[in-house]
Every structure is written in C-alpha cells, then in structure tokens.
C-alpha cells in the first residue's frame, strides 16, 4: 500500500479544500448551460478545457468510443462521474493523457510499458501501471489501488482537448452505467441528459469497441479486457501475456476485470454508532467523537471524495480497527457501501 509523508500531506491539503468545494456530483446544469453538443472546433476544445480545469465534465470522442471527462486530479469531478453515470460501484477509470511524457509523475513506466507505448501509442490501448508515490491522480479514480490505469488515444479532438486541459482526464464510456457505450455525440446526450457542461462532438467514432487492457503492475503481463489491440499483438512485442480469469473474486483492477481489491489492513466494522476501544471511527454527519468525517453534511459526494483516503489515513498501527458509522444506500451511497462492503469482507 502507498504511504510515505507525502501522500498524506497531500491529501490532508485537499480536504480542507474539499470541505468548501461546490457539489458537482448532484448538480444539475440549467437548460442554458446543460448538454450543448458542439461541433469540436478550435474554440470550443477550449471552452471544454476550461469546463475540464473547473470541475465540470465533458464529453469528447475517441477513436473508440466517447468518453466521459473529468479532472484526474480532481476527487470532486472524479465523484461527479460515477454519479453522473449511476455506477453502483467504484470500478478504477481510464486516465487518459495526450502523451507518454504526461504520466511521468503519475505512474511507473517500465520497459514493457516503454515499448508497448511506442508500438500502440496513441491507440486503443490502456495500460495499468503501477501509482508513482505523490501522483496526483485522486485515489477514487483508481478505486483506492496502487495503480492506474492509462491511456494515450488516437483522435485529433481528444488530443487536442488533453493538451488545452492540462491536467489528465479520467473517462469511462460516456453512458450510464450497463447501458451501450456512446459512438456518436447524439448517444452521449441520449443517455446524459442534464449531467454534463458540454458534448465536443467529433463525428462517429472509428472503432467502436473499447480498448484493450493490458495489466503491467506484476512480473507477468495480463489481459484485462479485449480490444482494440489484439492478444497476438501484445504477446508478438512482450512474449508470454495471460489472460485474466473472470471468474476471479474481489473488486476491478481496471475496467472489465475482477481482481484484487483496496482494503486497509486493519479490520474493517461496519453500520458503527461509536466506536470501540482501539477502534477509530469515520463517520458521516455529525459525530463529536470522530476521528475521521466522510462528511459532516452528510453530502455523499463529499463521502465518496473523501473515501479511500480516509481509510488510508486510518489504517495505522496505533488502532486496531476502524468503525464506520451508517451510510445512506441510495445515489452514491450504493457505491460507498459497495466499497466499505468489501473492505469489511473476511480475509483469506
């Protein structure tokens, strides 16, 4: 697991800044501002960047699919998406950069993953690499993992609107969740009515199929999800590439695979009204004895921002449990319970 002072002074800085952050995950855009689909000129790639750097979502096009955009850095934006999307659970996202150089301080590059970005770069394919210590990238895009999984892809409009953001952008298919992922900037605002600044639109997207996900974080490379990249590609460049087993347990590595997943090393007791001797108690809404507060507003999207670091911050030696007061489980709440309800499970 990821430690060191630096992680933690970094995300100490960011939630007193979360905690007078404007809720982006349940804020519906008026009718003057909401679902505008824009042909992808000039002008408007800079406005959906400006939309990105603010905490606003935008949808753009990829040579695979559309995507849904927001600031990787960003554990309010990030939040807006899985809300945005109804995803009942925090699956790691795509985290999408206009080059190789802009995941330098971000994630690990080793020559596997050197090669394969020469090869296939920009391109349909997502690498899952292991988290570079004080990365940027907000640990709710990575569901609390100590990777990330990223990608370069291979459209002018993406590209274009990576490198006027700057920042790197996480983006699922811009669809709600179990739904068709979105070709077509029309199936974006079918499906996302209301929930995004702006739809960049591209024309149809050239392959229509996800990426490929390809996992480098161990000694063996391992497919994640099929894609735009064929397995004979991969395996032609690195050799010998397993294929994950579906049928494995716990929660995603990356999007279309079961894996491991985050859990803090101390027990984990749920539906908590205070905690136990030892024990240290996140709670969420009022609690005078809490050592950590999700969100004292019970605000779930300030909850679900807060989430993996807050566990992290309390997975320490100097307790030997940690409580976590009830959680509403609708909206948000479904996917933070999903969350704590794994981290909750019994080890093997």
Request: charged content about 20%; some cysteine; glycine content about 8%.
């Amino acid at each position: 697991m990821e430690g060191g002072p630096f992680i933690y002074l970094r995300l100490l800085l960011s939630l007193t800044f979360l905690l007078t952050f404007q809720s982006l995950a349940h804020r519906r855009l008026s009718p003057s501002e909401s679902m505008s689909i824009t042909p992808a000129a000039d002008a408007a790639i800079a406005e959906a960047a400006a939309f990105i750097r603010s905490g606003a979502l935008v949808a753009f096009p990829t040579e695979t699919v559309y995507g849904l955009g927001g600031d990787a850095t960003n554990d309010r934006a990030v939040a807006a998406i899985f809300a945005a999307k109804g995803r009942p659970a925090f699956n790691p996202l795509i985290v999408h950069g206009p080059d190789r150089n802009s995941f330098a301080t971000a994630v690990i590059m080793d020559d596997r993953a050197s090669r394969l970005a020469e090869r296939f770069w920009p391109g349909p394919l997502t690498m899952v690499l292991p988290r570079r210590e004080g990365s940027g990238v907000s640990l709710l895009a990575s569901a609390g993992l100590d990777s990330i999984a990223v990608r370069v892809p291979a459209h002018p409009v993406a590209l274009s609107l990576l490198q006027a953001a700057r920042t790197l952008v996480a983006a699922p298919s811009a669809n709600p969740s179990g739904r068709i992922s979105p070709t077509t900037a029309r199936h974006v605002a079918d499906g996302l009515t209301g929930k995004l600044a702006m739809i960049l639109d591209g024309g149809a997207c050239r392959v229509g199929v996800e990426s490929t996900v390809i996992d480098l974080s161990s000694e063996i490379p391992t497919l994640l999800r099929p894609g735009g990249v064929t397995l004979e590609a991969l395996r032609a460049l690195l050799g010998t590439v397993a294929v994950a087993n579906a049928s494995q347990s716990g929660g995603p590595r990356s999007p279309g695979m079961l894996a491991s997943h985050y859990a803090p090393t101390l027990p984990v007791r749920l539906e908590a009204t205070e905690a136990r001797d030892g024990e240290a108690l996140l709670a969420f809404g009022p609690a005078a004895d809490a050592d950590l507060n999700l969100s004292l507003t019970r605000d779930l999207a300030e909850a679900a921002a807060n989430l993996f670091s807050m566990l992290r911050r309390l997975d320490r030696p100097d307790f030997h449990g940690i409580a976590v007061m009830p959680i509403p489980d609708d909206g948000l709440g479904l996917a933070i319970n999903d969350r704590l309800r794994r981290a909750a499970a019994p080890r093997g």
